[in-house]
C-alpha cells in the first residue's frame, strides 16, 4: 500500500512554486464568504491553525503534493474513499484550505458528492443555485462559486440526489467541469469524489481527474475493501497513494483529538 502520509518522511522544505497568471477576472466577482476558523475547528477543519499538530500534517500532504503536481504537470485532485465515514471531504477541505496558504497559488475545491455532499455544510454555505444545476449548465461559474480570501474558490451545494449517476457521468457535466476550470484557471482543484464502492458514481469521474487520492479511516476501512479501492484507482487514473484518516492525536495538554 503506498501510503501517503506525514509519517513517510519529515519534510517541509518549501517547494518550488511559480507565481501565477494575473488572477483572472471572475475571482473578483464571486461573493465572499466569511468563516470563523474557530468553528470550522469544531468540524475537524484545522489547516486555519498553523500549530495545530494536524494542521501541520495537512502542510506537509501539501507539499509532496505540490512536488508531484510540479513534475507531473497536474492540475485536479480527485479524493474519494472505500467507503462512506472515512473523511474524505474533511480531508479535501484541510488540504484546499493548506493549499491556499501560498498567496501565489489559487485553489478550487468542489463538491461531486450528491448522495451526501459535505462542503456546503462545512461552509455553513447555501447558495441560489444547486451543484445540479450548475452541472447542467443552467447558472454560471461566478454566481454558484464563492470565494474564501483572494485564492480558494468553493464549489458546493447542500442538495442531494439518489440517483446522481447519469448526471455526473454526463456530456453536460463534463462541459461544466470543463468551462470552470478554464475561467477560474486555478492552480490545482480538489474534488470531493463520491464513495468508491458504494455505487458507479466515483467510476465515471476518474477519466476527469490528473491524479487521485484515497482516503481510509482507522478502525474504519476493512483490508479488503482498501485493496479493492487501490487496485481500481491504480487501473482508472494517476494514483497517488493512500491517507490514513480519523487517527487520535494527543495535544501538549494532555487533550485527545481526532481528524
Request: negative net charge.
Amino acid at each position: 500500500m503506498n501510503v501517503f502520509t506525514p509519517s513517510n518522511q519529515q519534510d517541509t522544505k518549501a517547494t518550488d512554486i511559480q507565481a501565477p497568471a494575473l488572477a483572472p477576472q471572475i475571482w473578483t466577482s464571486l461573493p465572499s464568504l466569511p468563516v470563523d476558523p474557530h468553528e470550522m475547528e469544531q468540524q475537524r477543519i484545522v489547516s486555519f491553525q498553523r500549530h495545530h499538530p494536524a494542521a501541520q500534517a495537512f502542510d506537509i500532504m501539501r507539499t509532496k503534493l505540490l512536488r508531484s503536481a510540479s513534475t507531473e504537470n497536474w492540475t485536479s485532485l480527485g479524493i474519494t474513499a472505500p467507503t462512506s465515514g472515512c473523511g474524505k471531504a474533511t480531508v479535501a477541505v484541510n488540504l484546499a484550505i493548506s493549499l491556499a496558504k501560498h498567496e501565489k497559488i489559487r485553489v478550487g475545491v468542489v463538491d461531486l458528492d450528491l448522495r451526501q455532499p459535505r462542503l456546503a455544510g462545512i461552509f455553513a454555505h447555501s447558495g441560489r443555485y444547486s451543484m445540479l444545476e450548475f452541472l447542467r449548465g443552467e447558472c454560471l461559474v461566478e454566481d454558484f462559486f464563492v470565494r474564501l480570501d483572494d485564492n480558494l474558490a468553493i464549489g458546493a451545494s447542500p442538495d442531494t440526489l439518489d440517483h446522481p449517476a447519469e448526471l455526473l457521468h454526463s456530456q453536460s457535466a463534463a462541459d461544466a467541469l470543463t468551462r470552470m476550470r478554464e475561467e477560474l484557471r486555478a492552480d490545482i482543484i480538489v474534488y470531493n469524489l463520491p464513495a468508491l464502492l458504494e455505487s458507479d458514481d466515483c467510476l465515471g469521474l476518474l477519466p476527469l481527474m490528473d491524479t487521485t487520492l484515497l482516503v481510509v479511516g482507522a478502525e474504519e476501512s476493512t483490508v479488503a475493501d482498501i485493496d479493492v479501492s487501490e487496485r481500481e484507482l491504480q487501473e482508472q487514473s494517476k494514483f497517488l497513494g493512500v491517507v490514513l484518516n480519523k487517527c487520535r492525536y494527543k495535544s501538549e495538554h494532555g487533550t485527545n483529538f481526532q481528524v
